[in-house]
């Protein structure tokens, strides 16, 4: 499972390289599909294509703050240290 988790995250991080911090495509980034077409070509994957059309849709139609949040928590839910993770860092304080 979690190379998995680490796929679709890679997806999303390089869907999010196409959009701004405020969701909006930008500057060279025409439309939906130019994404969807380097996501085909980097990752040469059609589930990679399905989770970056969910991806975008999140960033076009989500509250921004709520998804930035969950982004960050997927990002450090794993302390290397093994403690627990609340909503803004690691309660270790070692990452």
């Known amino acids: ?38 996501v085909k070509k980097e990752f040469n994957s059609d589930y990679a294509v399905t989770v970056a059309k969910d991806e975008i849709f999140d ?7 709520t998804l930035v949040n969950r ?3 997927e990002k450090y839910s794993n302390c ?5 993770i609340n909503e803004y860092n690691c309660i270790c304080k070692r990452l």
Do not use: P
């Open 1 to 38: 499972m979690g190379k998995v988790k680490n796929f679709v995250s890679d997806v999303q991080e390089f869907v999010w390289g196409f959009f701004d911090e405020d969701g909006q495509m930008i500057d060279g980034t025409e439309n939906v599909l130019k994404v969807l077409t380097a």
């Open 59 to 65: 960033i076009q139609t989500a509250d921004l703050t």
């Open 71 to 73: 982004r960050y928590n």
């Open 80 to 84: 290397n240290f093994g403690c627990t």
